[in-house]
């Protein structure tokens, strides 16, 4: 028989030392967990209290289950365990622990030595109750993982990522109940592996693919549309799309709204601005791009700023989606280009007394500096002038506007090529 230093912690102990009076002293209200007054015969455990239905013990060096009925006193009510970060290399003593927590809705087994471990036939059906797997970083085969889900009916949420994956196993049988597959950060290059995926899921409504090296969406539009039938949400964040004929196929999905796409090199070139406004272009029944709603408005800003970006294309290099946004909006004209910059000076006209001359003024020094300026030609001290502007492009409609403020920089008077400056001396 083994030691027990040669097992490793089991999980019974671990909660022993987790939820021990000491270290967890006080029931935390009705619903929290149940109260645990005696133990089974021999039990190290006394006494507990509490114990809550979600129970984490990541990272506690377990490898073992540890006496079954134990585990059932204190884990019945359990509805999500979390061990990721431990020690398990062998699924029978996983196994062991979910046939005694009857009621267990979601298992994280992330970051455990799980690579080699083999599971003996039956002993799947321990996990038949989950409705989400967490089987991140710990290298399951493809095999393991479709043991595991044949024997899982009403699967939903499936998490195989950091597993290093380059291909992917096909199973035997779809899986209809799965809606939610995260499969990021691994190697899936080729889209004959991803669509594997579609093959085995028929029911995916979200697809997380992001930080893979996805090469391009190779498949005929009308096989796409029976691959992913059901999908509502694709991540593809960080793979290796370089052309807008793959973006283009994402429309073959007929139920996707929700798109998330950056870090891909197609989109290298492009501002941010322009980024967004082309995939909104290209992607007419997407609502959500990048997290962020695309509203009505936005997408036909998006769509005319398509036809312009496109304008200057030979005829025969123009994309379809050109035409058909032409046919919406017309063959728009280039958008005229407005120095929206203040200027920096202007060509004035000075009028002092009987005299009148052409003055260029700096338009961000101040009125106390226009003063100073304007002090050796109209032969007045600068506490002894009133200086007045005229806008000459409305006439003499307005009353002349005096320039008494003198910390006001001449710009905000919106002073053009043109105007008029008006100096009068100070009456006492």
């Avoid at 939610?180 to 085995?200: F, P, S, Y």
Wanted: with cysteine.
């Amino acid at each position: 028989m083994d030691s027990e230093e040669d097992q490793g912690r089991t999980l019974v102990q671990v909660i022993s030392e987790k939820y021990s009076p000491d270290n967890f002293p006080y029931c935390r209200g009705p619903g929290a967990g149940v109260v645990i007054r005696t133990s089974p015969q021999g039990s190290p455990v006394k006494d507990r209290l509490n114990l809550p239905s979600v129970l984490v013990l990541d990272s506690c060096g377990i490898s073992h289950a540890g006496d079954e009925e134990e585990v059932a006193t204190f884990c019945a009510h359990v509805v999500e365990l979390d061990l990721s970060h431990n020690q398990f290399r062998d699924w029978g003593e996983i196994s062991k622990i979910l046939c005694n927590i009857p009621h267990l809705d979601f298992l994280n087994l992330s970051m455990n030595p799980l690579k080699e471990a083999c599971l003996e036939p039956g002993a799947a059906e321990a996990f038949s109750g989950l409705r989400r797997l967490v089987l991140n970083n710990t290298h399951v085969s493809w095999d393991m993982v479709h043991t595991l889900t044949q024997e899982i009916p009403e699967l939903e949420e499936l998490f195989l990522c950091l597993n290093e994956y380059e291909r992917v196993g096909l199973a035997p049988v779809p899986y209809p109940s799965l809606r939610l597959l995260h499969i990021t950060d691994n190697q899936l290059c080729d889209w004959a592996e991803v669509r594997k995926l579609g093959l085995m899921y028929p029911g995916l409504v979200s697809l997380i693919l992001a930080n893979n090296s996805l090469a391009g969406i190779r498949e005929p539009d009308e096989s796409l549309c029976r691959l992913f039938p059901n999908l509502h949400s694709v991540n593809l964040h960080n793979s290796g799309l370089t052309s807008w004929e793959d973006i283009e196929k994402l429309n073959s999905f007929p139920k996707l709204h929700e798109v998330r796409l950056m870090g891909i090199p197609l989109l290298q070139p492009y501002t941010d601005q322009e980024r967004r406004y082309l995939m909104i272009a290209h992607l007419p029944a997407v609502t959500i791009l990048n997290g962020s709603v695309v509203t009505d408005g936005e997408r036909e800003d998006a769509e005319r700023f398509y036809i312009r970006y496109h304008l200057d294309c030979p005829e025969d290099e123009l994309p379809q989606r050109f035409h058909s946004l032409v046919a919406r909006y017309g063959r728009l004209e280039p958008l005229a280009e407005v120095d929206l910059r203040p200027l920096s000076c202007a060509q004035v006209e000075l009028r002092y007394g009987d005299h009148t001359k052409d003055l260029e003024v700096r338009l961000e020094q101040t009125v106390a500096d226009l003063k100073k300026q304007l002090r050796p030609v109209v032969q007045l001290p600068a506490n002894k002038m009133r200086v007045y502007y005229i806008d000459r492009q409305l006439g003499y409609a307005l009353a002349p506007q005096e320039l008494k403020y003198g910390g006001r920089a001449l710009h905000s008077y919106s002073i053009r090529d043109g105007d008029e400056i008006l100096v009068e001396p100070k009456t006492q």
